[in-house]
């Protein structure tokens, strides 16, 4: 049973997702699948970035490779994945984050316009 419905904005996601190996979009399936299954998720796939405005990291490591996939909730059960990236260092990089924020920012404007 769904906890929460995992959907995605614009191509963003998409672009990044297309990009990927077999396996790593097999992986990263999978991850989305237990967001969207399980009420408490542990911090090993989503964390929330300290400094912003309610930005979470999906994480998804294959091998050595690690990846983040930029996401935030929306009321209760949403969750709305923006953009990815293959992460080389170990701190997120800052222009990433600020990256997903714009996108959030985004997200939300077109949202309210769309309500409003």
């Known amino acids: 049973m769904k906890v929460r419905e995992v959907i995605t904005y614009k191509n963003y996601f998409e672009d990044f997702f297309k990009e ?3 396996k ?3 992986k990263i399936i ?3 699948d ?3 299954q399980v ?3 542990p911090t090993t796939y989503l964390k ?3 400094g912003t405005n309610g ?3 999906v994480r998804v490591q294959m091998g050595s490779n690690i990846f983040r996939i930029f996401c935030c909730f929306d009321g209760n059960k949403m969750v709305v994945l923006f953009s990815g990236f293959q992460k080389k260092i170990q701190k997120t990089p800052p222009d ?3 990256r997903a924020e714009r996108i959030m920012a985004e997200y939300y404007n077109d949202k309210d316009k769309n309500n409003g």
Do not use: G, S
Request: hydrophobic share 45%.
């Open 20 to 22: 990927q190996t077999r």
């Open 24 to 26: 790593v979009q097999d």
């Open 30 to 32: 999978k991850i989305l």
């Open 34 to 36: 237990i967001l969207e």
């Open 39 to 41: 009420e408490r998720v």
């Open 48 to 50: 929330y970035i300290e």
């Open 55 to 57: 930005l979470f990291e």
């Open 96 to 98: 990433e984050i600020a």
